[in-house]
C-alpha cells in the first residue's frame, strides 16, 4: 500500500522560514518523480514543485523561486521542501504527491496535507 506522509507544517511569521517533509513507503521511491502541491483556503489546487527521480531535474511555481527548494533522499524515502521568506500568499495545505513516471506523468497518490499558515 502506497503511504504519503507529510509534516513540518506550522504557524510561521512572514519573513520566516519551515522546512516540510513526506515519508514515502510501500512503492520504491526512487524510481518515480515526486511533487508538491498546495490549496490555499478557498482556492484550488496549485502546484508548487516537482523533482525527478534521481534528484538532478526540479522546477517550481513562478512565485516560489530563489524562496523554495525541493530535495529528496532516495536511501530514506523523504522528499522535503525548504520553504524561507514565506508570506501570507503562501499560506496553504501542502500535499505531497507522486507520478506515474520517473521524470513526468500523472499525479497518482497524495498524501494527506500538512497546514502552513503563514501569519503575524
Known amino acids: 500500500e502506497v503511504q504519503l506522509v507529510e509534516s513540518g507544517g506550522g504557524l510561521v511569521q512572514p519573513g520566516g522560514s519551515l522546512r516540510l517533509s513526506c515519508a514515502a513507503s510501500?512503492?520504491?521511491?526512487?524510481?518515480?518523480?515526486m511533487n508538491w502541491v498546495r490549496q490555499a483556503p478557498g482556492k484550488g489546487l496549485e502546484w508548487v514543485s516537482s523533482?525527478?527521480?534521481?534528484?538532478?531535474?526540479?522546477n517550481y511555481l513562478n512565485s516560489v523561486k530563489g524562496r523554495f527548494t525541493i530535495s529528496r533522499d532516495n536511501a530514506k524515502n523523504t522528499l522535503s521542501l525548504q520553504m524561507n521568506s514565506l508570506n501570507a500568499e503562501d499560506t496553504a495545505v501542502y500535499y505531497c504527491?507522486?507520478?506515474?513516471?520517473?521524470?513526468?506523468?500523472?499525479?497518482?497518490?497524495w498524501g494527506q496535507g500538512t497546514q502552513v499558515t503563514v501569519s503575524s
Open positions: 504527491v507522486k507520478q506515474t513516471e520517473a521524470t513526468s506523468g500523472s499525479f497518482d497518490y
Open positions: 510501500g512503492f520504491t521511491f526512487g524510481n518515480y518523480a
Open positions: 523533482v525527478s527521480n534521481g534528484g538532478r531535474r526540479t
